[in-house]
Each structure stands twice: as structure tokens, then as C-alpha cells.
């Protein structure tokens, strides 16, 4: 199944898309692409930075225009950025090429990993909570996703056996 051979990551921010990502790649011995570090590689700038200086739209423009320069790739575990599903064009692409696999986390669990918020560049904070971007988002992850894993409670290396699990039952399709 072509799809298979890449796998892309995507739920909210600290929902370990980068920590899970590393270790599904590791263990597939595929490539592993954080593209929040691809995007302040690439503009020299944090994400934070960039949302300050530039704004949201251009942000997400931003966003897309260097997700875009990575596709088409195979056998890579590619972690966007939780905003990416704002793409829809990003996020069609990612349905035909790859598997996605929402990595989902409940609000509780993401609010006490965010202490460090206003860091982490998180597209909306600034003028929304976190819990409506949270509810704004999850239909559109539940809407892209192929797979969905709940992580609330698990540790990383069991969420990434969970994931393999479902990529090896796919492969028997």
C-alpha cells in the first residue's frame, strides 16, 4: 500500500507528534521530519517570531509553502505543526500520499504540558484559549486522520507499538 510509506503525525501542540515521530521513524528506519524545526531552519526564525512579525495568515502561508517543498517524500515520519490541518491543500495531499495518524490528548493532559505556552509559537493564543482551539481543531484531525490513537495515560514506546500495530494490519490489507 503506497500510503504506508509515509506516516504523518498531527494533533495539538505537546500531543508528541516530534517524540513519538523520532521513535516511529527509528523503529520503520525511515527519516523523521520536525517541520516547526524545518520552518525556523528555513525562515531563521522562531515560530513565535514569525507569528509576531508576520501574523497569523502569513504564518500559515509560511507553513504550507514549506510543507509543500517536502512533498512528495516516502518512508519519512513527517510531525507538522498542530495548525496544519488549517491546509487544506497540505492535508489533501498528506491523505493521498501518506498515512495520518492523529494523536490524540485530551485538553487536561495538553494544558498542564503547555506551561511554557507563549514559547511554543501556537497558532490562535493570543486571541483564543487554548481550550476553543482545542474544540475548533479536533473535528478537523477526527475529519484527516486514517488512524486515531488516544495517548492520555500511555507512555511513548506504547503509543508507538500502537501505531506500528496499525501499520502492519494495514500492510495485510
Known amino acids: 500500500m503506497k500510503r504506508l510509506t509515509t506516516i504523518v503525525l ?4 505537546a500531543s508528541g507528534k516530534s517524540t513519538i515521530g523520532r ?5 520503520l528506519k525511515y527519516k523523521f521530519i520536525d517541520t516547526d524545526e524545518y520552518i525556523e531552519e528555513r525562515e531563521q526564525k522562531s515560530l513565535q517570531e514569525i507569528l509576531d512579525t508576520e501574523g497569523i495568515e502569513i504564518f500559515c502561508q ?5 510543507l509543500l517543498e517536502l512533498l512528495p517524500c ?5 510531525a507538522p505543526g498542530g495548525s ?4 487544506k491543500k497540505v492535508m489533501h495531499i498528506f491523505q493521498k500520499i501518506s498515512l495520518i495518524v492523529f494523536l490524540n490528548l485530551s485538553l487536561d493532559i495538553l494544558q498542564s504540558r503547555l506551561r511554557n505556552k507563549q514559547a511554543r509559537g501556537i497558532v490562535g493564543l493570543k486571541t483564543h484559549t487554548l481550550q476553543s482551539i482545542f474544540e475548533e481543531r479536533l473535528p478537523l484531525y477526527i475529519k484527516y486522520a486514517h488512524i486515531t490513537v488516544q495517548c492520555d495515560g500511555k507512555a ?3 503509543i508507538t507499538e500502537e501505531i506500528i500495530k496499525h501499520i502492519d494490519a494495514a500492510r495485510q490489507k
Do not use: D, F, T
Open 10 to 13: 498531527i494533533g495539538m501542540p
Open 156 to 158: 511513548p514506546n506504547n
Open 74 to 78: 516516502s518512508q519519512h515520519v513527517i
Open 62 to 66: 509560511i507553513e504550507e509553502k514549506r
Open 84 to 87: 496544519i490541518i488549517y491546509s
Open 23 to 27: 521513535l516511529l521513524a527509528e523503529r
